[in-house]
């Protein structure tokens, strides 16, 4: 998201001097994000708390599904060797380890249920 300088507020300027304490990025009071079900943006001004829910569409944003260590071909589907097995990955949990995806997620398996789908429909369709 690029930001003209007029439109950058004072809480933006706070939030971009702000280090993280494990890598020393900037702008670590920010954080950012799209929801997994309707893709709506995420903004949120220090954390995510567990509670929070997408104002789009409602669905939780502290799971597995918009989080940066969720990897669908990783051991429990996640890259943290220290997380505890979640079961649901679209409900909100108590993971420790839970920070906001960034950009937005292809997800395979979404990409092959798609191509199986249109294969699917070109196999019946009706011939004119």
Known sequence: MVVSPAERTLLDVQFENIACPRDGRKGYGMKTGFCH????????????????TCKGCGSDVYCCLNCTEYDESAPN????????????????NFCDFFRLQEGRRSSAARDKAA????KLEALFKKPK
């Open 37 to 52: 079900h309707c893709g709506g943006p995420l903004e949120f001004a220090e954390k995510v708390f567990r509670n929070d």
């Open 115 to 118: 191509e199986a789908k249109r």
């Open 77 to 92: 589907q996640c890259r943290e060797p220290q997380a505890e097995k979640v079961a649901v990955k679209d409900r909100r």
